[in-house]
């Protein structure tokens, strides 16, 4: 596979349960991102690592718990969310060398419904 | 901080016409990396064309081009022969320069809906 990936592509769960997204990326970049996004609103990033160390969470609550075991995978652990976590989730990638080809990769996202 | 907005929730356009999604963003910075991404239906977020805020050279993507006023911190998207494939949403993004991880900003998007 080529690009970013992200499993599972649909997700439901109630508010008690336990689950995870994954994402990879096949492009050699060495940062990965978590957005969340919602309707009629900004994407809202989550969650940065490069070269595995995490280097940004934007005051995400703690229900939402990323691991990145390696610059090609990235998870975001799901625990007793909440009706309006429902959202589209995605995951991104980069290099982080700057400059004007820097850019992001997004992967397809997790469709996410908390009920 | 850096803000960016799209004013223009839904755009129309008749197949083949040529239409334009308005881009405005607000930043003390100098230089910096202006980004127009698509977002098909149920479909990967792609990167569509990319502009340089010191280049003064708007950029060109075949049926794409984006008409950058630096001084009106304006950064607009001109799609071509419209084609029924151009449907989806399109969010407008900025950069800092540098290297290393960085925040995106983006927009809360258009969507633009190409009619037969």
């Known amino acids: 596979e080529t690009g970013v990936t992200q499993t599972p592509r649909h997700l439901v769960m109630g508010m008690t349960n336990k689950k995870s997204l994954k994402c990879e990326q096949h492009l050699g970049h060495n940062a990965m991102y978590w957005y969340k996004q919602s309707a009629k609103k900004p994407l809202e990033l989550m969650f940065v690592y490069n070269f595995k160390e995490q280097t940004e969470n934007n005051s995400v609550p703690s229900r939402f718990s990323p691991e990145c075991p390696n610059s090609s995978h990235l998870f975001l652990h799901l625990h007793t969310l909440q009706p309006e976590d429902s959202a589209l989730y995605l995951c991104?990638?980069?290099?982080?060398?700057?400059?004007?080809?820097?850019?992001?990769?997004f992967g397809p996202g997790t469709r996410l419904t908390v009920l | 901080a850096q803000t960016v907005t799209q004013s223009q929730p839904e755009m129309s356009v008749q197949e083949a016409e040529t239409v334009t999604l308005s881009c405005t963003y607000d930043?003390?910075?100098?230089?910096?990396?202006l980004f127009w991404y698509k977002q098909p239906p149920s479909r990967q977020m792609i990167l569509v064309i990319r502009?340089?805020?010191?280049?003064?050279q708007n950029a060109t993507e075949n049926r794409f081009s984006v008409n950058f006023q630096k001084a009106a911190k304006s950064f607009s998207l001109k799609i071509s022969d419209s084609q029924l494939g151009d449907a989806a949403m399109y969010f407008c993004a900025y950069r800092s320069p540098g290297s290393g991880t960085y925040k995106y900003i983006f927009g809360t998007g258009t969507r633009l809906k190409v009619l037969a």
């Open positions: 930043t003390s910075e100098s230089d910096y990396y």
């Open positions: 502009q340089e805020a010191y280049k003064q």
């Open positions: 991104a990638s980069s290099l982080t060398s700057g400059g004007f080809t820097d850019t992001q990769y």
